[in-house]
């Protein structure tokens, strides 16, 4: 992985952008592979906007399963390997659309969560903020009015925190590397980074284990496991 190392140390600043692939290998199922959330769920059921005004126990049903899933999680190699990078001032942030929280676990300072957290939930009738939502599970009310709380995710037909959203942006455009890790790059406006990248001069390198919409316009591209090939990454710098 000495070519991609190259470019991560040529192309300064790189920033990293992931997403539900950079955490399978922490047991954590992606959304749109064989195996992925979306082949067993209807997005638009579980996950969207519609869906929790519609029956939000049934949304709140599906939130539970996944932290359960999460609560056991630990960072792998992936986030390890982005943890150790930044900590060398080789990667600037890194914007994810995983709401895990495993890149702040491996030690990553700058994350910027375009969709939210899974830990967390927000009252849409008082605006009040909930840090911690699982001790309120099954279905979690607001402390302050009683409404049912809104899982802190991101959901389908909701805008993304504008903050991060308007930061990420900035970051990609301004990037000498976009190294994108673990995305589909299909969902919006997230799958619109790579392109600010290229349009203001910046590379892009891809480590995803499928091939994505942006694999022609990357300087680097490497299909397979995000563990393996980040860890060697790192390790071609440690010994070079
Ligand atoms: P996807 O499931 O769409 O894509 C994950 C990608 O990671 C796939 O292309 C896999 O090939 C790849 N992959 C899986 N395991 C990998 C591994 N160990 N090493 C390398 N690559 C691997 O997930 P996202 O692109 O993150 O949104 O999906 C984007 C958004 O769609 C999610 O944030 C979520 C979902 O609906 C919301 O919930 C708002």
Not at 82 to 88: P, S, V
Request: net charge negative.
């Amino acid at each position: 992985m000495h070519e991609l190392a190259e470019l991560i140390r040529t192309n300064q600043p790189c920033v990293v952008l992931t997403g539900a692939g950079v955490s399978t290998e922490s047991g954590i199922p992606d959304f749109r592979s064989a195996t992925g959330i979306w082949k067993q769920y209807d997005p638009y059921e579980v996950a969207s906007i519609d869906a929790f005004h519609r029956d939000p126990e049934r949304v709140w049903e599906f939130y539970a399963l996944r932290l359960d899933v999460l609560a056991d999680a630990e960072p792998n190699r992936a986030h390890r390997a982005l943890a150790e990078l930044e900590a060398r001032g080789l990667v600037q942030a890194v914007i994810s659309q995983n709401v895990d929280r495993l890149h702040a676990a491996a030690g990553s300072r700058d994350v910027i969560e375009v969709h939210g957290s899974i830990g967390a939930a927000d009252c849409l009738a008082c605006g009040r903020h909930e840090a911690s939502v699982r001790e309120l599970l099954p279905f979690p009310r607001c402390a302050d009015c009683g409404a049912i709380l809104k899982p802190g995710v991101v959901m389908f037909g909701e805008l993304l925190p504008t903050a991060a959203i308007d930061r990420a942006t900035a970051l990609a455009q301004t990037a000498g590397l976009l190294l994108v890790v673990g995305t589909s790059l299909e969902v919006w406006p997230v799958a619109g980074l790579p392109g600010e990248t290229l349009d203001h001069g910046g590379k892009l390198a891809i480590v995803n284990r499928d091939p994505t919409p942006f694999d022609d316009r990357a300087s680097f591209v490497a299909h397979g496991s995000a563990g393996e090939i980040l860890a060697q990454c790192v390790s071609s710098m440690s010994s070079s």
